[in-house]
């Protein structure tokens, strides 16, 4: 059955047409633009690309923040026939944008005006682009073209073509490509993985076996549109369910559009919104500080009501059952004195989240979940589209700590090194299997035949099925520690776990490449570390070694003893801590685009922190380096 992206959107169009399906904040007020109005302002787009002489396969980038006109410009780019080349406002000119748009062969460009300077500079070195197509208002340069005009050429296009341009979307194929999507980066030279038409409609259905959309939702999109978790779940799955899709208010730095999503979510009133740890953190954080404050009492209060709802809550899954139900009295109580006026910040509409991107560590889904807006995590993978599985409201079909069922029609299977399929609860490589495995990776058919063999796609991560499947993911077989005697153990889980309950460290990365003993790289709190020791009256001359001290007590709660006693097994903890005073960024290389940190370069580029871990000094908390660094952060 023939079911392309475009058959999907022009569905919707003809089921949903005067319904409003994007939002956009213009005039100081979210202004709606219905299904109808889209598909012509994308054919319009579409054909401006075909008067400029884009043909069906020719490869255009994007390369802009999140609006109306980005959503615009795929569709539009698809009624031509052409592919999309999705790329991240966050990178930079000298390498990262010169590579992908060299290695697909990017004819055309769209752009925003904030991101015109970074091809500016490059644009002698890209002669393969023919066209610029810039978002906003600004002076033109030789070979830009406003893209008010680029719709005027189309209009022009269509008054004498639009039967034979509007063959070209009609003609488009199940396997033919549809975008081609650069993975973050977690080595030397990303990979281009290219998805096809019905990679992206299979995806779309896949979901929506596990999660319900009605037509009356609306979301806000704040996570950045070119990854494909966005596009299938920020818009595939709305235009198919004939819902509503918001994009944040553009500052004019990325700073201030950051600032303006709290102000969006409240006058979008979203009914659910994409998630990832980071942004988690940052909404924890947010909301414990807005509760701090308003006072101690306060405080305590909140405290309280987060320990009664946790205690009711169970995993989620056994909310108010047995002796729980007598809770259920105080739970409302503390619903209606706090947690509805922490949702009513979020717009009041909101649900649910969905996560994606790394684990999400399971006393962070309590969190949300206590206060009324479970975040629901998913699992998946650019190559498979990306989703393969996930939690959702729907039949109670959600575990903490799990990534929550496997998606319907998706074969998936756990296997040994060998690949032989191991049992229910044995832990081994995901391989996943169905029509969202990736077509394969852009001009690179070893690193394809490697990653999918014999149409099974292998994920490279660690995980199981539980018996009432649920699947469970560990991490990264790249990620793994391995000790000196050969075993080997996931970090993934207690990093996540140590950043969210201590409020002193806000990166670590845990290490053992057959080491004596397992060490870490540690990124402080500097402000919360500040105030603690403000707090405590600590004299100048010994900030950094009571700083010292705070961070180690803060791994010691795992240990035998600890308040987190037996939560990770203790050979595994950190040793010996190596402190810098250096965050782990995307603007250093050592996160990605997804704020994943890329192992490796933490590895590389604090090598001699970590080889001076391993020698006796190093191994001591307040040596030299240590103290040297939190010098500069609490001195």
């Known amino acids: 059955m023939k079911k392309t992206i475009i058959d999907l959107f022009e569905d919707s169009v003809a089921k949903y047409g005067a319904k409003t399906f994007l939002l956009e904040k213009r005039h100081r007020k979210f202004e709606p633009t219905t299904y109808a109005e889209t598909r012509e302002q994308a054919i319009e787009v579409g054909a401006g690309l075909a008067s400029l002489g884009i043909r069906p396969q020719d490869k255009v980038a994007i390369l802009a923040e999140g609006s109306n006109a980005w959503i615009i410009s795929e569709l539009g780019l698809f009624y031509a026939g052409a592919v999309s080349v999705p790329l991240s406002v966050k990178l930079e000119e000298s390498n990262d944008l010169l590579f992908r748009l060299r290695h697909a062969e990017v004819r055309a460009l769209f752009v925003s005006k904030y991101q015109l300077p970074k091809i500016r500079r490059i644009r002698q070195e890209l002669p393969g682009i023919e066209h610029i197509v810039v978002f906003g208002h600004l002076p033109l340069e030789a070979g830009e073209t406003a893209f008010g005009t680029l719709k005027r050429l189309g209009r022009d296009y269509l008054a004498k073509n639009r039967e034979e341009f509007m063959r070209r979307g009609q003609a488009i194929r199940n396997d033919d490509y549809a975008t081609i999507t650069y993975t973050s980066g977690t080595t030397a030279d990303p990979k281009g993985v290219v998805l096809t038409h019905r990679n992206y409609t299979a995806n779309v259905e896949q979901s929506l076996s596990r999660i319900d959309i009605p037509p009356y939702y609306r979301t806000l999109i704040i996570l950045p549109l070119d990854h494909c978790f966005a596009h299938v779940v920020g818009f595939y799955i709305m235009i198919a369910c004939g819902a509503s899709v918001a994009t944040v208010q553009i500052g004019a730095t990325p700073m201030e559009t950051l600032k303006n999503i709290p102000q969006n979510i409240r006058e979008v009133q979203p009914h659910f919104l994409l998630s990832v740890p980071a942004l988690a953190k940052n909404f924890r954080k947010n909301i414990e500080s807005s509760i701090r404050a308003k006072g101690p009492f306060t405080e305590r209060l909140f405290r309280l009501a987060l320990r009664t709802a946790y205690i009711y809550n169970q995993d989620g899954y ?284 933490v590895e590389k580029h604090f090598g001699d922190r970590i080889d001076y871990l391993y020698t006796p000094e190093g191994k001591t908390l307040k040596n030299p380096r240590n103290l040297a660094s939190l010098e500069k952060i609490v001195g």
């Not at 058919?445 to 560990?474: C, I, K, N, Q």
């Not at 603690?532 to 705070?550: F, K, T």
């Not at 950190?574 to 960024?585: K, M, R, S």
Request: charged share 25%.
């Open 318 to 601: 056994g909310r108010g059952r047995g002796w729980r139900i007598a809770l259920a009295p105080a739970v409302g109580l503390f619903d209606a004195l706090l947690f509805r006026k922490v949702r009513a910040a979020f717009g009041g509409c909101l649900e649910f989240f969905v996560g994606g991107g790394a684990l999400l560590d399971t006393e962070l889904q309590r969190f949300f979940y206590a206060i009324g807006i479970p975040m629901f995590q998913g699992y998946g993978l650019s190559e498979a589209t990306p989703v393969i599985s996930t939690n959702s409201p729907k039949h109670h079909w959600h575990r903490f700590g799990s990534s929550g069922k496997i998606l319907i029609p998706l074969d998936l299977k756990i296997v040994d090194e060998q690949g032989r399929e191991l049992p229910r609860g044995q832990r081994g490589e995901i391989v996943v299997r169905g029509e969202n495995v990736m077509a394969g990776y852009w001009k690179n058919p070893e690193a394809t035949a490697d990653t999918v063999r014999d149409g099974w796609l292998h994920t490279g991560d660690m995980g199981y099925v539980s018996e009432d499947d649920f699947l469970y993911v560990l991490g990264r077989f790249k990620s793994l520690l391995i000790s000196s005697d050969g075993e080997k153990y996931s970090p993934e889980g207690m990093e996540e776990a140590i950043v969210d309950k201590s409020p002193y460290i806000d990166q670590i990365l845990i290490h053992n490449n057959q080491s004596p003993f397992t060490g870490a790289v540690v990124v402080p709190n500097r402000e919360a570390l500040r105030r603690e020791l403000d707090n405590r009256g600590v004299a100048p001359g010994d900030r950094a070694a009571a700083a010292a001290e705070i961070l180690g007590a803060e791994i010691d709660r795992y240990r035998a003893g600890g308040i987190y006693a037996g939560e990770f097994p203790e050979r595994w903890l950190p040793a010996g801590l190596a402190i810098v005073d250096e965050a782990f960024t995307e603007q250093n290389g050592l996160v990605n685009s997804t704020m994943k940190v890329v192992r490796g370069k």
